[in-house]
Nanobody, 122 residues
């Protein structure tokens, strides 16, 4: 089983960019589907993006065209490039790993990181 550690969050202004990273331990990273989810203050956690073992990614409509997800299996790391950030992107971002999951289904992911906070000021 992998363990996940997110990094790269911070405070930025609207229109800026950030890149989140999710580092995984273990030698089976490449077998996992990976996802990014976020939870804004007072709201439920929601799907942001996910990528399968082959590197095919899907995105929530709210981030499509602005966020790009990628994985580097050689480095056991997953990335979320976030461009044109908006105040409504403010949230704690979590990465998650799962085996045989439906990519956008949060409940099917079995391993979670501790989260990294992204704050976008207007």
């Amino acid at each position: 089983q992998v363990q996940l550690v997110e990094s790269g969050g911070g405070l930025v202004q609207a229109g800026d960019s950030l890149r989140l990273s999710c580092a995984a331990s273990g030698r089976t990273f490449s077998t996992y589907a990976m996802g990014w989810f976020r939870q804004a203050p007072g709201k439920e956690r929601e799907f942001v993006a996910a990528i399968n073992r082959s590197g095919d990614a899907i995105y929530a409509d709210s981030v499509k065209g602005r966020f790009t997800m990628a994985r580097d299996n050689a480095k056991n790391t997953m990335y979320l490039q976030m461009n044109s950030l908006k105040p409504e992107d403010t949230a704690v971002y979590y990465c998650a790993a799962g085996l045989g999951v439906e990519l956008g289904n949060m409940r099917q992911y079995g391993t979670w990181g501790q989260g990294t906070r992204v704050t976008v000021s207007s």
